[in-house]
């Protein structure tokens, strides 16, 4: 227990066990997006590294509904984009994508990228998330911005170049594309999307309405260190874990 009263991150007894938490999270995530409308045809993807084998990561496959995935669904691909356990496809966009940062980022366990509305809204505009409300801030020196945009995301190379405007931060924005988050988990990377959506969304209401009053770079970095917090991050998406749970059972089908 922290200091907050927040449990600690789960431990496990076997890979077994770790292996199933990951899958039940990836699966969970997936359905809290699409709950959340962030889903758009076969544009977004989840990815959380296999804990056996690090090179390898368990994704959504392609063409399937965020709203209908259960565990049983999920797809393990490996360095070359090859599925090694699963029946169906993966988004070449995926692969590309969270390798590079997979490979490039090996503190990352889980990467999130969707096509949210509020995230392409700020990313059509270029511009970072600023400090305008205090959940904003979890962001707050700690996001990229990558500018250069080159169509779909279908080549190792601008994968590679998306991964490196992300740099050690938690956040890139991809301007005219949308956002990828990252964390220790899979918890971590999907609330990391869901908190910067609805601060994107807060921003450009309050950009629209008048002139925001921004908090400072003392205060910004004083509300980084509280909200950008780890471990409220997984804490925060139980919450919608167990909601998401509750009302649809079956995503953890096996």
Known sequence: MTALGIPAA????????????????????LRVFGRLGYDEGVAGHITVRDPEDPQKFWVNPFGVSFGRISVKDLVLVDGDGEVVE???????????????????????????????????ALAALGTPLRP????????????????DYNGLALEVDEGRRMAEALGPHRAVVMQNHGVITVGGSVEEAAYWFVSFDRAAQVQLIAEAAGTPAYLDTD????????????????????????????????????
């Open 86 to 120: 699963g029946s169906r496809s993966v988004n070449r966009g995926a692969f590309v994508i969270h390798s590079a940062i997979h490979d490039l980022r090996p503190d990352v366990v889980s990467a999130a990228h969707a096509h949210s509305i509020h995230g392409r």
């Open 132 to 147: 305008v409300v205090q959940e904003a801030c979890a962001f707050f020196e700690d996001q990229g911005v990558y500018r």
């Open 219 to 254: 205060a910004a970095r004083v509300a980084h260190s509280q909200f950008g917090s780890p471990t409220l991050a997984r804490f925060s998406f139980r919450i919608l874990f167990d909601d998401i749970v509750h009302a649809q059972p079956d995503l953890l089908d096996e």
């Open 10 to 29: 789960p431990t496990f007894d076997s890979v077994e066990d770790e292996r199933r938490h990951r899958k039940q999270q990836l699966a969970a995530a």
